[in-house]
């Protein structure tokens, strides 16, 4: 009975959070006005482009009639161009995630996924293909997509700090990377590299806890990664402050610059801030990035 | 128990343990404070860091110390100490116990200190299982060992004497004293007494002696002395002491013949002075209303002294028959009076009519021959009250024919004409001298100096009752001074002049004292034992221990020389003592006394009567101990930083607020919230019983009663209110409706005092007992006791019935009855003054006086004026018509008297009476 019992609780809460992540996406998206993007040039689309004159090569089905009927010449209609892009996500389910200083502030994970799903929902509406590196989820298009992704990043990963997935980045897709970045950075500099390498380009989204901003411990202090794995105990928390500032500092000065040379984007995320901002930064970057 | 100092423990060994708290301190010392997990994913940053200082860890030195504070807190705690022990050791002993008190009047002054002390003394000696005697020394009885429980119910009868141990009562002691062992506790009073120093030494062959004192200072007054037209007064204390202002009051009758303090005079003692003196200047008259003269504060007869006849200065008034203030000054028939009396008698000068509405106490006409017949009876009137009229001789009274044939009411004999004349150059004879007084005369033992001889006088008429009234003759058995007696007064008359022309008693010294004598004027300082022998003094009103005055009916009277040269005792009392023409007082404190401090001998114990309480300090320790680890809880997470951002910021600011009274405010918004309702438009008032049901029909009836002014009078009244009169100002109501009811609180002193200062200063309370229908005023219903145990504490004047021409009458209705539910006629206010008299065709007396403060009936007016939202009467009153017409009349009478609050007794003035008049038809 029990195993039972608990498996339909269990399942239930699975099932609760889903939604309600979904929903608190729809809702944050929601929030972004979108406008149809077009290619700006001709080609495969439904909304017209221009009229042209028939050239050589022009199948006779493709002369517009009617504008070819007011005038002596033939004219083609054009389309205008609309392809849709392939944006791959990538969302660190590591431990390090699963983090908030405070019983009333979001964990890092909630407020990464929340953000990356709101970005699909976006991209989505938008007529773009979304979907995670690796060969997990390829980019699809459709609201059946945010489900499935909304799915994935419901599952949590088991190590303590997880390195970025950089397989299967389709040539000149675009990316979005949503991350605490504490890990070791060398796995996140060797998937930048090879990204730039295939002309994917993207965001790189750190989201960080307010305490990891401040560090406001004081005396003497363990401290444990939140699989346990690693720990350093301290006699004096709040001597180390300033090292550790300069530290993170440092991480993300890197992170910047790492950005800037594969052509990438990179912005820093609290949690204690409005996740409105931070998604409309992500929109203007990605949106930035075309055309 | 061990000691040390006034401190004691009970447990003394625990104390050892203090000896760990060095141990501890290293130990908590080395040992870090404990670590705090934290999950922190921001750990990979910090790998690898180190600790700057490896020191700093350690618990910080006043955290340190508070935790030691703690701990030894908790050790002493346990260790049982004990403030102030009481040293059970010392009262150890089998041997009986004597417990002397000097009980004299310097021991009453801090009496109840003296009785706590020995009830203390004898609680112990119960628990030794010791027999205790008391003896008093100031009264002695001879010692009876016996149960110290049993002597300690008599404890509270044994009261001090007004005097002091004297050589007399010590002998008395030692005569009784046992002979076998027993230890003494002796209770002095802290004067000075050679007596003591015998009785000490056998006691102490007895056994050992204690003494308690008090080193409280003790305050005493001299007897008041007349000098320079002020009141002296000379303060002692026994001990010296900082400058302290201690206040001296004359207490007596004021003139309508109440106790009343008649004048107060601080008295200053300088830093280290044992003597302070002060001078209180009084009028006449109020000098002689003074009954005694005490130092405020102080319970002792030595703190009282009561003046005699010195402080009352006799009012003699000077009339002479022919004053030629041209002649001579020595020949003036008044000249040597008034030389005699000037120093201890006020004298009085002016015709005879003006004179006598001063009612002086004595006037003395010399050489005046008639009265007008005016002044004649009004001079008999005033003897006849009390005055003593003294007359003296000279060549008018001589010349005229008064009490020649008849006796003259104003003379005590009647005169033969002419008189006569001895030993001058045409007639036979030597000067007269005076023969020795007789026993009988108030001049008897005075001395009779040779020299004073006689050369005229008038002659007394052979008489029957002459020989009753003569009280000084010559040698040669003529009378020269006879009395008679008028109703309380008397008249006298000397035959002779008043100057030197007819004798030579005018310059001799007996001429002063037979004045004195004749109480013309008062002696100036304390008599003599010789000059007293003789007479006997009946004590008029004597002083306990305590300086409280106390009927002398049942105490035999005193002899003149004891009473003047006897040391004070169970004989003679201190007090005031009668004799046939004056009084005499006998103070505690005789002039010049000086009170001194008992020193005893070094080998004798001398303790407090007072020692501090035995306090037990474990508790207080070991809350000391909890408070110093609360402490250190905060202490600690707050170094461990455990206990950081808003939540401790919240804890803490709640933790200092917590206790802080926010009601201050509160209160007085409310406050101000009130007077504002209550004051910007009249308001009627009731005063809420805590009976809802009647408390609402005092609401409704006074809302009625509103409603009604508002309609038919220029007053509107605002909503009524109900008044809670413990915390509600009352000033602001011109009216309290004051419904009773049995089961109602009494009102606390301080409401008492608001509700008085309330009827004091205008305000008006209606009383009502709402059972007109079953009983009339008075305590035959329930209502009627409670309001007579409500109403005992308040200021409320003579009450009488509503006079038919009492204001209330007519202040806007004529009314003549005022009913309320019921209709009894019993409704009480202020009685009118006796004074109030009804003029000669007026209908009314002229009764331009206060407001009532209180009207008290019982018709349930509230009842019969309440009225619901609409107007509708909420309550039947009577019968069909009749019973409308009663609730008119009621509302009738609740108009009356909110006009007659409010205007007083405009319509008393009898400028309203013609229209009234014309109203009522007459």
Redesign the interface.
Known sequence: MIPALALRQKSEEEAARLPALLARAEKLAGTVLLGEHGRRRAGLGDDFWQYRPLQQGDSLRSIDWRRSARSDGQFVREHEWQIAQSVILWLDQGASMRFSSEKDLQTKADRARLLTLAASILLVRGGERVGLTGWTLPPRRGTEQILRLAEAFTTDSPEDYAAPEARGMLPHARAMFVSDFLADLGPVEAALTKAADRGVRGVLLQVLDPSEEAFPFQGRTIFESMGKSMAHETLKAGDLRARYLDRLAERKARLDHLCRVTGWQYQCHHTNTSAQSALLWVYRAMDGGHG | MTLFGALGFSAPWLLLGLLGLPILWLILRAV????????????????G?K????V??RTPWWLLLLRMLAVAAVILGLAGPVLNPQNEEQAAGSAPLLVLMDASWASAADWRARQEAVEALLIRAGRDDRPVALVRLSDPEPPQFQAADVLRSRLPGVLPEPWEPQAEQITRLLSVLPDSAFDTYWLSDGLVRNTRDGLLETLEQRGRVTVFESPRSLYAIEPAQFTDGNVALTLHRLRPGPETEISVVAQGLDPAGNPATLARVPVTFDADAVTAEAELSLPAELRARVDRFEVEGQRSAGAVTLPDDSLRRREVALIAGNENREGLELLSPLHYLTRALEPNADLLDGALLDILPANPDVIILADVATLSTAEEQATLDWVDKGGMLLRFAGPRLAASDISRDAEDPLMPVRLRAGGRTVGGAMSWGEPKSLAPFAAESPFFGLNIPADVTVTAQVMAQPDPNLAGRVIAQLDDGTPLVTRKRIGQGQVVLFHVTANAEWSGLPLSGLFVQMLERLAVSSTPAQPEAADLEGTVWQPEVVLDAFGTPRDADNLPGVDGSALAGDPLGPDLRPGLYQGTDRSLARNVIAPDADLTATTWPARIEVRGLSRPQETPLAGWLLALAIAALLADVVASLA????L??ARATTALIAFFLLPLPQQGQAQSAGDDAFALAATSEVTLAHVLTGDSQLDDMAQAGLSGLSETLFFRTSVEPSEPMGVNLETDELAFFPLLYWPITPSQPTPSDEAYAKLNTYLRSGGMILFDTRDGDVASFGAASPNGRKLQELAAPLDIPPLERVPQDHVLTRTFYLLQDFPGRYAARDVWVEAAPPDAELIEGMPFRNLNDNVTPVVIGGNDWAAAWAMDDRGNPLVPVGRGFTGERQREIAYRFGVNLVMYVLTGNYKSDQVHVPALLDRLGQ
Do not use: M, T
């Open positions: 870090p404070p404990a670590p705090i997990r934290r999950l922190f994913p921001g750990v990979v940053l910090l790998l860091l600790d700057e200082e490896q700093s860890d170094l461990s930083g455990r950081r951002g």
